[in-house]
């Protein structure tokens, strides 16, 4: 089945430096990724919607400045956050479907664990 | 606005007694409901896709089945290692492949 890859899997980081995600798609191609932040006890909240060579399209109310995402091939997708703040401390999941099957499932990486001290 | 309610939010069983969750959704044109199961620390792993009223999807202990306001999640005779946050997710018709996801089932399955 489709693998997503996701590193680092915990990072623990000081406020105002930048934590750089990043997403793989191992055995196949994505066009477009999808990025969450999911909290304790929470459901997942979709952040950004990552497309292969153009800009992210962000959900209301993520600052675009700030989660920086860049998808410059058809299986790797990053999400950077700059100058961070322990408020950002979260769970961050990345996921993709194959190429070409709009209603497929989405496959998510196994997260990233930002403790921002 | 599309809307994925989950219940209850928390479930405890003993080893072999079944049980049902629930995922009441709202949604406009439903494309597909999704079924994951997460472990703690860990993304999501997919179960189940259902497209359409009546249709039923299985996979060893775990049953789906959909109607056109909620779908249940049936586990029958669950062990331990069933134990995990069981999240329902709907993509609705022209979402541009979004998914809006419930707040999760936590199942614990007690020996």
């Known amino acids: 089945g489709a693998v997503v890859s996701q590193h680092p899997s915990r990072v623990i980081c000081k406020s105002g430096t930048s934590v750089k995600i990043e997403c793989r798609s191992l055995?196949?191609?994505?066009?477009?990724m999808f990025w969450y932040r999911q909290f304790p006890k929470q459901s997942l909240m979709l952040m950004a919607t990552?497309?292969?060579?153009?800009?992210?399209?962000?959900e209301q109310g993520v600052e675009k400045d700030k989660f920086l995402i860049n998808h410059a091939s058809l299986t790797l997708s990053t999400l950077t956050v700059t100058s961070a703040h322990p408020e950002d401390s979260s769970f961050y999941i990345c996921?993709?479907?194959?190429?070409?099957?709009?209603?497929?499932?989405?496959?998510f990486g196994n997260g990233t664990r930002l403790t921002v001290t | 606005e599309d809307q994925v309610t989950q219940s209850p939010e928390a479930l405890r069983l003993q080893e072999g007694e079944s049980s049902s969750l629930n995922c009441s959704y709202t949604?406009?044109?439903?494309?597909?409901l999704f079924w994951y199961r997460q472990d703690p620390g860990k993304g999501p792993e997919f179960l189940f896709t259902?497209?359409?009223a009546g249709e039923e999807k299985e996979k060893e202990r775990l049953k789906a089945t959909l109607t056109k306001k909620e779908s249940f999640l049936h586990i029958t005779a669950p062990k331990p290692e069933d134990s995990a946050t069981y999240l329902c997710?709907?993509?609705?018709?022209?979402?541009?492949?979004?998914?809006?996801f419930g707040s999760g089932t936590q199942l614990t399955v007690l020996p």
């Open positions: 997710a709907v993509q609705a018709s022209g979402s541009a492949r979004q998914l809006t």
């Open positions: 996921s993709a479907r194959e190429l070409d099957r709009g209603d497929s499932p989405l496959h």
């Open positions: 055995d196949f191609q994505a066009t477009t």
């Open positions: 990552s497309n292969e060579g153009s800009k992210a399209t962000y």
């Open positions: 259902l497209y359409s």
């Open positions: 949604v406009s044109g439903l494309r597909g």
